[in-house]
């Protein structure tokens, strides 16, 4: 965490007490996913208006007309991906770089891709300062993947789509996970799991999300 200047141990301690009680309540139990989201500080992605409500369980808008997603949220899906240690992981929708700092954690590669480059360039920055370097960020139509890096272990949607994107899922290993909001409209999505098998593709609804959408091609930035 982020210690302010009048900030004491002990009230670092309790923000960080209070920070993770929120996640638990909401539902987000597993143990490697609360460490690493104890040691990711989202103070070091959110700059400018916002900065001062980093540890409040809400989403918060960044660059580029995009958000960082709750941390309640972040750790839902997180834990739903259920990323091993020598797993590679496709993040799509880089955004602040949060959610990827925390698969960094947990996984032994993670790509990330966006259609902003403003936004790549400014996460690239911020996991270069962590020293974060198993995660590769690249500027790209994330619809489509990153074909020449997969087939991938684990797949994260960061956007809404109509329905789970089919380049998406033919990068998916068989026994891989993708999670991804699915919508059509801004107001009703559902969190989807999909895990791949041999025979085909099991779906599971996880819970009602509100998220960006996904949007093709690249940014104007």
């Known amino acids: 965490m982020i210690i302010k200047a009048d900030e004491s141990a002990d009230d670092l301690a309790e923000r960080k007490m209070r920070f993770l009680f929120a996640l638990r309540s ?29 540890y409040e369980d ?20 997180t834990q ?10 496709l993040e799509v929708g880089t955004g602040s770089g949060y959610q990827a700092a925390i698969l960094s954690l947990l996984a032994r590669r993670v790509y990330t891709v966006d259609r902003h480059r403003r936004l790549v360039r400014e996460a690239t920055e911020v996991f270069r300062s962590l020293n974060l370097p198993n995660i590769t960020a690249f500027a790209a139509d994330g619809s ?26 033919a990068q998916l290993k068989i026994g891989g996970i993708m999670v991804v909001p699915v919508g059509q409209s801004d107001a009703v999505q559902s969190l989807i799991k999909v895990t791949r098998h041999d025979t085909g593709y099991e779906y599971e609804e996880l ?8 949007v093709e091609g690249l940014g104007a930035e």
Do not use: W
């Open 26 to 54: 909401k539902g987000v139990t597993d143990t490697r996913v609360l460490t690493a989201m104890e040691k990711v500080d989202r103070g070091h992605f959110i700059k400018g208006l916002f900065a001062d409500r980093t």
């Open 58 to 77: 809400m989403p918060l808008p960044i660059a580029c007309g995009q958000t960082i997603s709750q941390p309640s949220v972040v750790g839902l899906m």
């Open 80 to 89: 739903a991906l259920n990323v091993q240690p020598r797993d590679t992981v």
């Open 144 to 169: 489509y993947g990153l074909p020449d890096q997969g087939p991938f272990d684990r797949i994260l949607v960061t956007a809404a789509a109509e329905d789970p994107p089919g380049p998406l899922l």
């Open 207 to 214: 819970r009602p999300v509100r998220f960006v959408p996904l």
